[in-house]
């Protein structure tokens, strides 16, 4: 049995606050006093959690320890395989007593027979389906290539007449400057004409 130790924490008002921890024991007590501020500076302040953390790590397991914590293993696993075992002829049991009631009486089979025949309908429905919605894409990626197709010919067509009619109105402009510049050239050579009879 461990020995009961009681900790008094108080504060000691005429050394500026410092904590004094009075430490009974069935042997006596004892009293430290801890500074405000640490006097070596090198002190490091733990949480709980990292002290209870230190303290389980630092533990060095005994002999009695380490082959007490085997023990338990070596128990487990053994339940374990025991329950798997148990498991497995609770299994071999209902396949033996499935196997004797195999002789499923005619209304039982009517009712597979009938589940058996509608699952195939149903998977077979289901194949079709898939067929047709494959083939329904097919068909809407088809026109989709069709519509782009036109959509480029039609520009392409509408780009060419654009072209054509630009051409005509270049040729027709070009047209009419060359009729301006040859009534120009006749304007100047019969003022020439006339400068020269006066």
Known sequence: MKPKIWAIFSLDPILTGEIVIHLVTARGSDSSRIPNEDPSGQSVILSSAEFRRIM????????????T???AQRQARDEAMDAAEQRKAQMRQADLSR???QNLSELEAEARDRAQYLLERANTLRMEEEDEVKKLNELIQEVQCHVVRDAQIQEKKLTRTEWLEEEKRLDAMME???R?????QEQIEQLRKQQRIK
């Open 99 to 101: 196997q004797k009631n």
């Open 56 to 67: 389980v790590e630092s533990h060095v397991s005994s002999e009695e320890e380490k082959a």
């Open 176 to 178: 009419v400057e060359r």
């Open 180 to 184: 301006r510049a040859l009534e120009t």
């Open 69 to 71: 914590v085997l023990e």
